[in-house]
């Protein structure tokens, strides 16, 4: 996948789901993070797997409990848009503050898969993440 292709519409909607999940990390908000995903989303991060929204939620906030405080910062690498279906990377640059005053910086990239579910709304249907450099 490389550039952008697909109706500017679904591909402005789809950057927004994506700044959406950022957001809702920055706010530690579970609900709001939880609806940018298919009921039937896959998530693949830091070695750890959930299938279905609800597990995925789950393993969001066991996960999230660590940190005090999480910034995600989102550049678009690319979007492809097939119809209902589409593909993302993105690249993310976080700032990380555990609960036990430790610090860390690093950058990511997620391979994305969305849908446009019944509602009309983009949700992810899997996030794979990778890290690429850490600093702390």
């Known amino acids: 996948m490389r550039g952008f292709s697909g109706a500017i519409e679904d591909r402005l909607a ?3 789901r994506i700044e959406s999940y950022n957001d809702a990390v920055f706010r530690h908000d579970a609900d709001d993070w939880a ?3 298919a009921e039937d989303a896959q998530w ?3 070695g750890y797997e959930a299938s279905g929204r609800t597990a995925i939620r789950d393993l969001w906030v066991k996960l999230m409990a660590n940190y005090a405080q999480v ?6 690498g ?3 848009i097939d119809g209902d279906q589409a593909e993302s990377r993105c690249y993310i640059i976080e700032m990380q503050k555990k609960q036990d005053g430790g610090e860390m910086l690093l950058s990511g990239r997620y391979d ?4 446009r579910d019944g ?3 983009w ?3 899997s996030r794979s993440y990778t890290v690429l450099h850490v600093k702390g």
């Open 78 to 80: 690319a979007l492809a």
């Open 35 to 37: 609806e940018c995903w």
């Open 44 to 46: 693949n991060v830091a």
């Open 123 to 125: 949700r992810f249907v």
């Open 14 to 16: 789809i950057r927004e």
């Open 112 to 115: 994305d898969r969305l849908k």
């Open 71 to 76: 910034s995600m910062f989102v550049n678009h």
């Open 119 to 121: 509602d009309g709304a």
